[in-house]
């Protein structure tokens, strides 16, 4: 019997690792159609969207059933309740993806307005809190999942920067690059929701390994 | 039974913390608990089956006592009103205090503890007599002689044990007539009729099928309005149901002692933890 519900668990945490490299894998695509403003890979990432979401239902089902059959306690109750809580957040991270491949076919029939600069940081940035994320997870790191939770201040730095740099530059001086430039800030709001979401999830870590509910106390770090 | 009586101090009742035996603080209460238990050794001739324990019961709660067979739990309720006394060459060293009292004290007597610590038993064990005289023999053996009061005090226990409904129409019909779960709730107003403050249950459902179950426990949930209650349950679910506190007992050491929510999310001790995960060996 422990055998068994052990598979189940070790069955549980693998589907989340795959969900999670195929997130990794939509974001990094998303942001490749910005850059390059490729609109057939915005596509493709757009309909990507659909094994992902087939995957959050799956894992969740394993999760009932796993509470169902075997009432998990302690560290394997945490566990489950941890995993259906970022089953969520790495499913709305896709979602994100979707947006941000939505924002590349925008800006894909026009000249880039700039070189990008914060941009990439950003999204660097983020795909990092998303690795680490992931990493806490699987170790069940506590530190690890904190320096995710630490990382959100630079992630908003970025994205403000970049929304006063297009907002100065371009929205109010060159209109009829508005467009452009809204997408631009958008996509990096897209991307700080993302870091949002990699906190979540770091959070439910901790909860995990740890027992403690860190949520609106970050303070407390 | 022999009573080892090297202590001479009377227990220390100043504290309001209790530790478990690696020492950390598990609770820190204001109120003054029901019972006390301080250092309690016990042995069946030279087997040691309970080793140190230290523990509070608090008034009006619920204490689960989880472990695996022949971890001392049984033992450690039968103690808890003197039931032990009946197993021979049993030897217990240690303090047990019912409200302040010592309940080993030659002038307490096993009687009348009895009467303010009651006992369900795994099964159940009615009187082969009718369903009133169940509870009416319990309160004449008593000194209750007043037939009009034992009819109230029948009345009100079977109604406290949510049995009266079913058997009103029926009282003197026999017990054994009864069903396993309806027998069950007769010996709790049998134990209730006597007004006990503490009701001791030892796996009081361990015979039953899930409705029954699903009633005692529901029961047990009401009976702690009015009494203090400890239950022996081999079924977690059942001790993270009605419990407030769980008591974590293995080969005779009591492990781990805390509010019931703590041990089942976040025990402190692995052993605990392997046992409740289905880990444990």
Redesign the interface.
Known sequence: MYRHFEDELEGIKSSVLKMSYHVMDQILSALKALESRDRAMALRTIEKDALIDEMEIIIEEKCAELILRHHPLAKDLRFVLATLKLNGDLERIADLAVDIAQRAMEISEYPQIKPYEDLPKLADTVMKMLKDAVEAFTEKNYETAKKVILSDCEVDKLRDRITIELLQKYIKREPERADIALSLILAARHLERIGDHCVNIAEDVIYMASAKIVRHHHSEF | MLRLDTNKNKPDFSSTEIRDPLNRVHIDVSQQPKIRVRNLDFYYDENQTLKKINMDIYEKKVTAIIGPSGCGKSTFIRILNRMSDFAASSKVRGEISLERRDIFDPEFSPVELRKRVGMVFQKPNPFPKSIFENIAYGLRINGVKNSHEIEQRAVKSLKRAALYEEVKDRLKESALSLSGGQQQRLCIARCIAIEPEVILFDEPCASLDPISTAKIEELILELKKYYTIVIVTHN??QA?RVSDYTAFFLMGELIEFNETKKV????SDKR??DY????FG
């Not at chain 2, 089942?264 to 025990?267: D, K, R, Y």
């Not at chain 2, 409740?276 to 880990?279: K, L, S, V």
Request: aromatic share 8%; glycine share 8%.
């Open positions: 977690m679910q993270l089942f999310e976040n025990p605990t933890e409740i995960t289905g880990r």
